[in-house]
Nanobody, 124 residues
Framework: QVQLVESGGGLVQAGGSLRLSCVVP????????MGWFRQSPGKEREFVAA????????YYADSVKGRFTISRDNAKNTVFLQMNRLKPEDTAAYYC?????????????????WGQGTQVTVSS
């Protein structure tokens, strides 16, 4: 089992920015597709963004397109989520996830490894 470790969450005012990081231990990070998901109380965990192993393919949920940017540094086993122009509706626990098959899916069920989550709260 691979345990991912997220960091970078916090409290920010609407319009502000945060940068989330997720470190993936082990030697095979560069072959994983990586994704970010989020979950609010009482809601399903939803897709936010995904990036292929090379960074050459990227997908975003419509709700974050143009405001969030996913990136990765394979030399540091880290994936990032830069979040700009945050809105109160972005408030959620954010989770990074890894797909060792490199499939770059948009469904949470396609990801095998997960982090513990980091809370993002956007005040109005």
């Amino acid at each position: 089992q691979v345990q991912l470790v997220e960091s970078g969450g916090g409290l920010v005012q609407a319009g502000g920015s945060l940068r989330l990081s997720c470190v993936v231990p082990g030697r095979t990070f560069s072959s994983y597709a990586m994704g970010w998901f989020r979950q609010s109380p009482g809601k399903e965990r939803e897709f936010v963004a995904a990036i292929s192993w090379s960074g050459g393919r990227i997908y975003y949920a419509d709700s974050v397109k143009g405001r969030f940017t996913i990136s990765r540094d394979n030399a540091k086993n880290t994936v990032f989520l830069q979040m700009n122009r945050l809105k109160p509706e972005d408030t959620a626990a954010y989770y990074c996830a890894a797909d060792p098959t490199g499939g770059l899916g948009l469904s949470r069920y396609e990801y095998s490894y997960w982090g513990q989550g980091t809370q993002v709260t956007v005040s109005s």
